[in-house]
Protein backbone atom coordinates (compact mmCIF):
# COMPACT_ATOMS: atom_id res chain seq x y z
CA UNK A 1 0.00 0.00 0.00
CA UNK A 2 1.41 3.67 -0.92
CA UNK A 3 1.58 6.30 1.39
CA UNK A 4 -1.74 7.83 2.37
CA UNK A 5 -2.42 11.81 1.83
CA UNK A 6 -2.23 13.01 5.43
CA UNK A 7 -6.11 14.17 6.65
CA UNK A 8 -6.70 17.77 5.65
CA UNK A 9 -7.69 20.02 8.37
CA UNK A 10 -11.19 21.23 8.30
CA UNK A 11 -11.82 24.83 7.56
CA UNK A 12 -10.90 26.73 4.49
CA UNK A 13 -7.08 26.57 3.36
CA UNK A 14 -4.60 30.01 4.75
CA UNK A 15 -4.33 31.53 1.07
CA UNK A 16 -8.42 31.86 0.61
CA UNK A 17 -8.61 34.51 3.35
CA UNK A 18 -5.98 36.56 2.39
CA UNK A 19 -7.49 36.79 -1.06
CA UNK A 20 -10.90 37.40 0.41
CA UNK A 21 -8.75 40.30 1.78
CA UNK A 22 -7.40 41.88 -1.38
CA UNK A 23 -10.71 41.20 -3.09
CA UNK A 24 -13.03 43.42 -0.46
CA UNK A 25 -10.24 46.00 -0.65
CA UNK A 26 -10.29 46.57 -3.94
CA UNK A 27 -14.07 46.08 -4.19
CA UNK A 28 -13.71 49.13 -1.36
CA UNK A 29 -11.13 50.96 -3.29
CA UNK A 30 -13.33 51.16 -6.38
CA UNK A 31 -16.18 51.81 -4.53
CA UNK A 32 -14.42 54.84 -3.31
CA UNK A 33 -13.50 56.00 -6.66
CA UNK A 34 -16.83 56.12 -8.22
CA UNK A 35 -18.10 58.10 -5.13
CA UNK A 36 -15.83 61.07 -5.77
CA UNK A 37 -15.69 60.86 -9.46
CA UNK A 38 -17.90 63.07 -11.34
CA UNK A 39 -19.99 62.19 -13.87
CA UNK A 40 -21.10 64.20 -16.71
CA UNK A 41 -23.84 62.58 -18.72
CA UNK A 42 -23.66 65.02 -21.24
CA UNK A 43 -19.99 64.51 -21.81
CA UNK A 44 -20.78 60.78 -21.34
CA UNK A 45 -22.94 60.11 -23.93
CA UNK A 46 -21.41 61.36 -27.17
CA UNK A 47 -18.83 59.45 -26.61
CA UNK A 48 -20.57 56.22 -26.12
CA UNK A 49 -22.60 57.12 -29.33
CA UNK A 50 -18.98 57.70 -31.34
CA UNK A 51 -18.08 54.19 -29.42
CA UNK A 52 -20.79 52.87 -30.67
CA UNK A 53 -20.67 53.87 -34.74
CA UNK A 54 -16.82 52.74 -34.04
CA UNK A 55 -17.82 49.39 -33.27
CA UNK A 56 -20.32 48.63 -35.34
CA UNK A 57 -23.43 49.36 -33.11
CA UNK A 58 -26.88 50.56 -33.93
CA UNK A 59 -27.98 53.98 -34.25
CA UNK A 60 -31.05 55.57 -33.52
CA UNK A 61 -33.59 56.18 -35.98
CA UNK A 62 -35.61 58.95 -35.92
CA UNK A 63 -39.59 58.54 -36.12
CA UNK A 64 -43.01 59.53 -34.56
CA UNK A 65 -43.21 56.25 -32.97
CA UNK A 66 -40.97 54.32 -30.12
CA UNK A 67 -38.12 53.07 -31.51
CA UNK A 68 -36.40 50.00 -30.20
CA UNK A 69 -32.70 51.34 -30.87
CA UNK A 70 -29.77 51.13 -28.78
CA UNK A 71 -29.58 54.13 -26.39
CA UNK A 72 -27.13 53.48 -23.15
CA UNK A 73 -29.87 52.21 -21.38
CA UNK A 74 -30.51 49.87 -23.98
CA UNK A 75 -34.38 51.23 -24.16
CA UNK A 76 -37.10 51.95 -26.63
CA UNK A 77 -36.63 55.76 -27.03
CA UNK A 78 -39.32 58.68 -28.99
CA UNK A 79 -37.37 60.39 -31.68
CA UNK A 80 -38.94 62.50 -33.78
CA UNK A 81 -38.19 63.61 -37.56
CA UNK A 82 -37.20 61.34 -40.28
CA UNK A 83 -33.07 60.99 -40.43
CA UNK A 84 -30.87 59.12 -38.57
CA UNK A 85 -29.02 60.16 -35.38
CA UNK A 86 -25.48 60.28 -36.13
CA UNK A 87 -23.56 60.58 -32.73
CA UNK A 88 -21.59 63.75 -32.26
CA UNK A 89 -18.33 63.96 -33.79
CA UNK A 90 -15.64 63.29 -30.25
CA UNK A 91 -11.67 63.89 -30.65
CA UNK A 92 -10.88 61.47 -27.75
CA UNK A 93 -7.25 63.46 -27.68
CA UNK A 94 -9.64 66.77 -26.50
CA UNK A 95 -12.04 65.32 -24.63
CA UNK A 96 -11.73 67.38 -21.36
CA UNK A 97 -13.57 70.25 -22.56
CA UNK A 98 -15.64 69.15 -25.35
CA UNK A 99 -18.88 70.80 -25.12
CA UNK A 100 -17.31 74.05 -24.04
CA UNK A 101 -14.96 73.89 -27.43
CA UNK A 102 -18.27 73.17 -29.60
CA UNK A 103 -20.59 76.19 -28.06
CA UNK A 104 -17.47 78.55 -29.11
CA UNK A 105 -17.29 77.34 -32.35
CA UNK A 106 -20.77 77.31 -32.62
CA UNK A 107 -20.96 81.16 -31.58
CA UNK A 108 -18.18 81.78 -33.76
CA UNK A 109 -19.71 80.60 -37.00
CA UNK A 110 -22.89 82.52 -35.79
CA UNK A 111 -20.95 85.79 -35.29
CA UNK A 112 -19.61 85.08 -38.46
CA UNK A 113 -23.17 85.42 -40.57
CA UNK A 114 -24.60 87.82 -38.32
CA UNK A 115 -21.55 89.64 -38.96
CA UNK A 116 -21.79 88.89 -42.82
CA UNK A 117 -25.39 90.05 -43.20
CA UNK A 118 -25.05 93.50 -41.14
CA UNK A 119 -22.01 94.09 -44.20
CA UNK A 120 -24.56 93.58 -46.90
CA UNK A 121 -27.13 95.25 -45.10
CA UNK A 122 -24.58 98.57 -45.26
CA UNK A 123 -23.28 97.36 -48.50
CA UNK A 124 -19.74 96.97 -47.11
CA UNK A 125 -19.16 93.23 -48.21
CA UNK A 126 -16.81 94.15 -51.38
CA UNK A 127 -15.28 96.73 -49.30
CA UNK A 128 -13.95 94.94 -46.28
CA UNK A 129 -11.72 91.81 -45.46
CA UNK A 130 -13.26 89.47 -42.20
CA UNK A 131 -10.38 87.55 -40.07
CA UNK A 132 -10.76 85.33 -37.28
CA UNK A 133 -8.27 86.04 -34.65
CA UNK A 134 -8.07 84.48 -31.00
CA UNK A 135 -9.78 87.95 -29.96
CA UNK A 136 -12.85 87.26 -32.23
CA UNK A 137 -14.05 88.12 -35.62
CA UNK A 138 -12.32 91.50 -37.30
CA UNK A 139 -13.18 93.18 -40.22
CA UNK A 140 -10.51 95.68 -42.35
CA UNK A 141 -11.83 98.16 -44.44
CA UNK A 142 -9.80 97.98 -47.61
CA UNK A 143 -9.96 101.67 -48.21
CA UNK A 144 -7.65 103.87 -45.68
CA UNK A 145 -7.55 107.85 -45.75
CA UNK A 146 -4.65 109.30 -46.84
CA UNK A 147 -2.65 112.45 -46.07
CA UNK A 148 -0.15 115.08 -47.53
CA UNK A 149 3.33 114.53 -46.27
CA UNK A 150 4.60 115.76 -42.85
CA UNK A 151 0.63 117.24 -42.26
CA UNK A 152 -2.69 116.49 -41.12
CA UNK A 153 -4.58 117.72 -43.99
CA UNK A 154 -6.51 115.22 -46.08
CA UNK A 155 -5.17 113.86 -49.76
CA UNK A 156 -7.31 111.06 -50.44
CA UNK A 157 -10.31 109.79 -49.46
CA UNK A 158 -13.03 106.99 -50.49
CA UNK A 159 -15.93 108.65 -49.27
CA UNK A 160 -18.77 106.47 -49.98
CA UNK A 161 -17.21 103.94 -48.42
CA UNK A 162 -16.79 106.38 -44.96
CA UNK A 163 -20.23 107.33 -45.62
CA UNK A 164 -21.82 103.74 -45.48
CA UNK A 165 -19.21 102.72 -42.69
CA UNK A 166 -20.46 105.91 -40.43
CA UNK A 167 -23.51 104.96 -40.82
CA UNK A 168 -23.41 100.95 -39.74
CA UNK A 169 -21.32 102.34 -36.48
CA UNK A 170 -23.90 105.14 -35.69
CA UNK A 171 -27.12 102.65 -35.78
CA UNK A 172 -25.43 99.36 -34.83
CA UNK A 173 -23.41 97.78 -31.93
CA UNK A 174 -19.82 97.74 -33.61
CA UNK A 175 -16.83 99.58 -32.54
CA UNK A 176 -14.15 100.69 -34.59
CA UNK A 177 -10.37 100.77 -34.37
CA UNK A 178 -9.09 104.16 -35.87
CA UNK A 179 -5.08 103.68 -36.50
CA UNK A 180 -2.86 106.73 -37.49
CA UNK A 181 0.43 105.29 -39.24
CA UNK A 182 3.10 107.76 -41.07
CA UNK A 183 5.98 107.42 -43.71
CA UNK A 184 9.53 106.63 -42.49
CA UNK A 185 11.14 109.28 -40.33
CA UNK A 186 8.27 111.86 -41.61
CA UNK A 187 8.03 114.75 -39.26
CA UNK A 188 5.73 118.01 -39.68
CA UNK A 189 7.31 121.78 -40.47
CA UNK A 190 7.30 122.47 -36.43
CA UNK A 191 9.35 119.42 -35.40
CA UNK A 192 7.03 116.78 -34.20
CA UNK A 193 7.82 113.23 -34.94
CA UNK A 194 6.29 110.56 -36.93
CA UNK A 195 4.32 109.22 -33.37
CA UNK A 196 2.98 112.46 -32.75
CA UNK A 197 2.13 113.02 -36.52
CA UNK A 198 -0.04 110.04 -36.81
CA UNK A 199 -1.62 110.26 -33.38
CA UNK A 200 -2.85 113.20 -34.53
CA UNK A 201 -4.33 112.24 -37.70
CA UNK A 202 -5.97 109.26 -35.95
CA UNK A 203 -7.47 111.99 -34.00
CA UNK A 204 -8.44 114.21 -37.05
CA UNK A 205 -10.48 110.83 -38.10
CA UNK A 206 -11.88 110.13 -34.66
CA UNK A 207 -13.66 114.06 -34.78
CA UNK A 208 -14.73 113.05 -38.08
CA UNK A 209 -16.59 109.92 -36.75
CA UNK A 210 -18.27 111.53 -34.05
CA UNK A 211 -19.47 114.70 -35.54
CA UNK A 212 -21.52 112.10 -38.01
CA UNK A 213 -22.80 110.68 -35.36
CA UNK A 214 -21.01 107.71 -34.16
CA UNK A 215 -20.72 107.31 -29.99
CA UNK A 216 -17.00 108.35 -28.50
CA UNK A 217 -17.24 104.97 -26.71
CA UNK A 218 -17.39 102.79 -29.85
CA UNK A 219 -14.09 104.74 -30.95
CA UNK A 220 -10.75 103.73 -29.81
CA UNK A 221 -8.10 105.81 -31.29
CA UNK A 222 -4.54 104.41 -31.84
CA UNK A 223 -1.10 105.76 -33.37
CA UNK A 224 1.67 103.51 -34.56
CA UNK A 225 4.11 106.48 -35.51
CA UNK A 226 6.11 105.05 -38.32
CA UNK A 227 6.46 101.56 -36.79
CA UNK A 228 4.91 100.28 -39.50
CA UNK A 229 5.81 101.53 -42.26
CA UNK A 230 6.63 99.65 -45.96
CA UNK A 231 3.21 97.58 -45.20
CA UNK A 232 1.66 99.07 -48.06
CA UNK A 233 4.24 98.21 -50.32
CA UNK A 234 5.83 99.61 -53.08
CA UNK A 235 8.94 102.49 -53.08
CA UNK A 236 10.05 105.72 -53.16
CA UNK A 237 7.39 108.42 -53.06
CA UNK A 238 4.38 105.81 -54.14
CA UNK A 239 5.33 103.75 -50.85
CA UNK A 240 5.81 106.91 -48.52
CA UNK A 241 2.38 108.00 -50.14
CA UNK A 242 0.59 104.84 -48.68
CA UNK A 243 2.14 104.99 -45.36
CA UNK A 244 0.62 108.18 -44.30
CA UNK A 245 -2.61 106.62 -43.55
CA UNK A 246 -5.63 106.26 -41.08
CA UNK A 247 -7.13 102.64 -41.10
CA UNK A 248 -10.08 101.15 -39.59
CA UNK A 249 -10.86 97.89 -38.19
CA UNK A 250 -14.53 97.53 -36.76
CA UNK A 251 -15.78 94.90 -34.58
CA UNK A 252 -18.55 93.91 -33.39
CA UNK A 253 -17.55 93.36 -29.76
CA UNK A 254 -14.97 95.89 -27.93
CA UNK A 255 -11.93 94.83 -26.33
CA UNK A 256 -12.68 97.17 -23.10
CA UNK A 257 -15.20 95.04 -22.14
CA UNK A 258 -14.68 92.97 -18.27
CA UNK A 259 -14.19 89.34 -18.91
CA UNK A 260 -13.69 86.69 -16.38
CA UNK A 261 -11.55 88.10 -13.67
CA UNK A 262 -8.40 86.02 -12.54
CA UNK A 263 -7.23 86.23 -9.01
CA UNK A 264 -3.30 85.90 -8.69
CA UNK A 265 -2.06 83.96 -5.75
Not at 54 to 68: S, T, W
Not at 97 to 106: A, D, M, Q
Not at 175 to 192: I, L, M, P, Y
Request: hydrophobic share 35%.
Amino acid sequence: MGNKCPPCKPGAPGWLATFSDLCTLLLTFFVLLVSMASFDKTKAEPALGSIREAFGGNVLEKGDVLIPGKSPEDIATMMDGTDSVKPFPIDFKTMEGLLEKHEINRESDEQVTNMTNTLKEFELSDAVQMFEVPEGIKVSVKDKIYFQPGSVKLEKVSVEVFEKMTKLLSNSEWTVFVEGHASRGESTADGKDAFSLSAERASVVTRLLVKRGVAPSRITTMFYGDTQADVEGGSGAAGEAKDRRVEFVIRKSSLRSNGKQIYVK
